[in-house]
T-cell receptor
């Protein structure tokens, strides 16, 4: 079982739709959580950090459930420009030199006109 | 957000030669940087963790003698692909967090093609 798991998709949704991505992680000692977006042939870009209290940035809402070891990302009113791969990233924690970030395989989203 | 640069953005080299890729944090100091490799339609694969002032930590299956990492300063890490072969052709990306547990910022990546 992978340490961070995501549904690879693809998710094909019409413009204006609401879409939700889920991510589970297996290491209960994980300390910080992020969603990144990656466009084809580009580097990942930070979308948002994820907190237990939940956080929202415009059309994007992220939630963390530590008890269930589950992270979610909700995109409302999808735009064509939201088409990308969304990466769930978990920081495993540790000391300098030993901590690392674990990536999910990514969920592909395609927003259709 | 913080800025990480990477150079070169693309390189084509002949089989058997070595290629050096630089990763710089431009507006923050990074005691730790990460090197990833990504093949088409696959996720990022962590190759190694670059630590300023000490040896890099390599992931299982990554040859440390082939992929030489030097973290020369708090703002610069280099990855040298030695004796490159066509199977080393890939997208190499570095990242750096501004602190332990913080979000990481990625360089724009280096597309390496070995002919």
């Amino acid at each position: 079982r992978k340490e961070v798991e995501q549904d690879p998709g693809p998710f094909n949704v019409p413009e204006g739709a609401t879409v939700a991505f889920n991510c589970t992680y297996s290491n209960s000692a994980s300390q910080s959580f992020f969603w990144y977006r990656q466009d084809c042939r580009k580097e990942p870009k930070l979308l948002m950090s994820v907190y237990s209290s939940g956080n929202e940035d415009g059309r994007f809402t992220a939630q963390l459930n530590r008890a269930s070891q589950y992270i979610s990302l909700l995109i409302r009113d999808s735009k064509l420009s939201d088409s990308a791969t969304y990466l769930c990233v978990v920081n495993r924690g540790g000391t300098s030199g030993t901590y690392k970030y674990i990536f999910g395989t990514g969920t592909r989203l395609k927003v259709l006109a | 957000g913080a800025v990480v640069s990477q150079h070169p953005s693309w390189v084509i080299c002949k089989s058997g030669t070595s290629v050096k890729i630089e990763c710089r944090s431009l507006d923050f100091q990074a005691t730790t940087m990460f090197w990833y490799r990504q093949f088409p339609k696959q996720s990022l694969m962590l190759m190694a963790t670059s630590n300023e002032g000490s040896k890099a930590t390599y992931e299982q299956g990554v040859e440390k003698d082939k992929f030489l990492i030097n973290h020369a300063s708090l703002t610069l890490s280099t990855l040298t692909v030695t004796s490159a072969h066509p199977e080393d052709s890939s997208f190499y990306i570095c990242s750096a967090p501004p602190g332990l547990g913080y979000e990481q910022y990625f360089g724009p990546g280096t597309r390496l093609t070995v002919t």
